[in-house]
């Protein structure tokens, strides 16, 4: 379907799980080369034996600056010039904001937020100085709409999207489009955290009117491919005249607000 992405380098940081996984998987198979960034890099073995021209795995903290700056330089020295980048990364945090602690919301913006900004900044500068390129955020529906139970999460997507669309505007007259893809529910291992935490698929789907929570009108949790497809599509050629947009793939479920 893409075939532009032939041989170009992509970075995508956690890429070994869910949307990043898939996101990875989908690009591999379109003949990208991938620096697949993650803490937990022992789950791409099966990528690396399928593809092992086309991916290089680094172990990487997306919250620590001078870490990622080492990370994106061993990217170019293996494969050269990154063209695109797809910041996946993400960590969960649950609990009411009276009830979490310090560490926790700010272990929640170091990794969601912070690891954006680390990675768009050492990126960001390449693909300014290329005047070429394309970089995909992972946000969450959770951003516009408030969540129970989820404010140090949301706020954290909050900052993400609105951090692109500033970086979209900055980066513009460089010809580097920025988006940003907000997913609803979707069926990786976050979601199934939050599962073993009391919800469950049905109540998701259905919504819960006492937490004031919109359920799903497509009445399904989304895959990460499906996912995974969105970002394929702003990360393409197809996708050439669209920047600082946000795209919210989550079933209807906050009505396209």
């Given at each position: 379907?893409?075939?532009?992405?032939?041989?170009?380098?992509?970075?995508?940081?956690?890429?070994?799980?869910?949307?990043?996984?898939?996101?990875?998987?989908?690009?591999?198979?379109?003949?990208?080369?991938?620096?697949?960034?993650?803490?937990?890099?022992?789950?791409?073995?099966?990528?690396?034996?399928?593809?092992?021209?086309?991916?290089?795995?680094?172990?990487?903290?997306?919250?620590?600056?001078d870490e990622v700056a080492e990370v994106?330089?061993?990217?170019?020295?293996?494969?050269?010039?990154?063209?695109?980048?797809?910041?996946?990364?993400?960590?969960?945090?649950?609990?009411?904001?009276?009830?979490?602690?310090?560490?926790?919301?700010?272990?929640?913006?170091?990794?969601?937020?912070?690891?954006?900004?680390?990675?768009?900044?050492?990126?960001?500068?390449?693909?300014?100085?290329?005047?070429?390129?394309?970089?995909?955020?992972?946000?969450?529906?959770?951003?516009?709409?408030?969540?129970?139970?989820?404010?140090?999460?949301?706020?954290?997507?909050?900052?993400?999207?609105?951090?692109?669309?500033?970086l979209a505007l900055e980066l513009a007259?460089?010809?580097?489009?920025?988006?940003?893809?907000?997913?609803?529910?979707?069926?990786?291992?976050?979601?199934?955290?939050?599962?073993?935490?009391?919800?469950?698929?049905?109540?998701?789907?259905?919504?819960?009117?006492?937490?004031?929570?919109?359920?799903?009108?497509?009445?399904?949790?989304?895959?990460?491919?499906?996912?995974?497809?969105?970002?394929?599509?702003?990360?393409?050629?197809?996708?050439?005249?669209?920047?600082?947009?946000?795209?919210?793939?989550?079933?209807?479920?906050?009505?396209?607000?």
């Amino acid at each position: 379907m893409y075939p532009e992405f032939q041989q170009q380098h992509v970075l995508v940081s956690g890429a070994a799980s869910g949307i990043g996984e898939n996101v990875a998987q989908q690009l591999l198979e379109s003949g990208a080369r991938i620096t697949a960034l993650d803490l937990h890099t022992d789950t791409l073995d099966a990528l690396v034996k399928q593809y092992p021209d086309q991916i290089l795995v680094l172990r990487c903290d997306v919250g620590n600056f001078d870490e990622v700056a080492e990370v994106v330089s061993k990217a170019e020295a293996h494969f050269g010039t990154i063209h695109k980048l797809v910041c996946a990364a993400g960590r969960l945090q649950m609990g009411d904001i009276t009830d979490l602690t310090a560490e926790q919301w700010q272990k929640t913006f170091t990794t969601n937020t912070n690891g954006v900004f680390n990675l768009c900044h050492h990126v960001g500068l390449r693909l300014k100085a290329q005047k070429r390129g394309a970089i995909v955020n992972i946000s969450s529906n959770a951003a516009t709409s408030p969540r129970m139970s989820m404010g140090a999460y949301a706020a954290s997507k909050a900052a993400v999207t609105q951090m692109s669309r500033c970086l979209a505007l900055e980066l513009a007259a460089y010809n580097v489009r920025v988006n940003v893809v907000s997913p609803g529910s979707t069926d990786t291992p976050m979601q199934q955290a939050m599962w073993q935490q009391g919800s469950s698929r049905e109540t998701v789907i259905a919504g819960s009117g006492s937490h004031y929570r919109l359920g799903i009108p497509l009445q399904k949790i989304a895959t990460p491919a499906e996912i995974a497809n969105g970002v394929l599509f702003l990360l393409s050629d197809q996708a050439s005249h669209i920047t600082l947009h946000d795209l919210r793939i989550d079933g209807g479920a906050t009505l396209d607000q």
